[in-house]
């Protein structure tokens, strides 16, 4: 089973960066497509950055686009979310997450294995 573990979160002022990471237990992690994916407080989790196993491919929810970078290092069983430029609404619990498959998917349920998530808030 692979052990997640979310790194990097706190509180920043808008405007501001913060660089997440999840370092996985397992080296099978390096055929796992890997996901972010957010909870704000009252609402539903959501897709937000996406990596094919090989980081060939990267996808990214519209509301991230051009602000966040999703990269992984396979030779160290690690991805990273590296956020700039965050504003209010990026305020959430994030999630790393171990696709099913090597090939991103955007559903959460298309994911198997999850971290405990770590805090990001963004102040005014």
């Known amino acids: 089973q692979v052990q997640l573990e979310e790194s990097g979160g706190g509180l920043v002022q808008a405007g501001g960066s913060l660089r997440l990471s999840c370092a996985a237990s397992?080296?099978?992690?390096?055929?796992?497509?890997m996901g972010w994916f957010r909870q704000g407080l009252g609402k539903e989790r959501e897709f937000v950055a996406g990596?094919?196993?090989?980081?060939?491919?990267?996808v990214y929810a519209d509301s991230v686009k051009g602000r966040f970078t999703i990269s992984r290092d396979n030779g160290h069983n690690t991805v990273y979310l590296q956020m700039n430029n965050l504003k209010p609404e990026d305020t959430a619990l994030y999630y790393c997450?171990?696709?099913?498959?090597?090939?991103?998917?955007?559903?959460?349920?298309?994911?198997?294995?999850w971290g405990q998530g770590t805090q990001v808030t963004v102040s005014s």
């Open positions: 997450a171990a696709a099913r498959t090597s090939f991103i998917r955007t559903v959460k349920n298309d994911y198997r294995y």
């Open positions: 397992e080296r099978t992690f390096s055929t796992n497509a």
């Open positions: 990596i094919s196993w090989n980081a060939d491919n990267t």
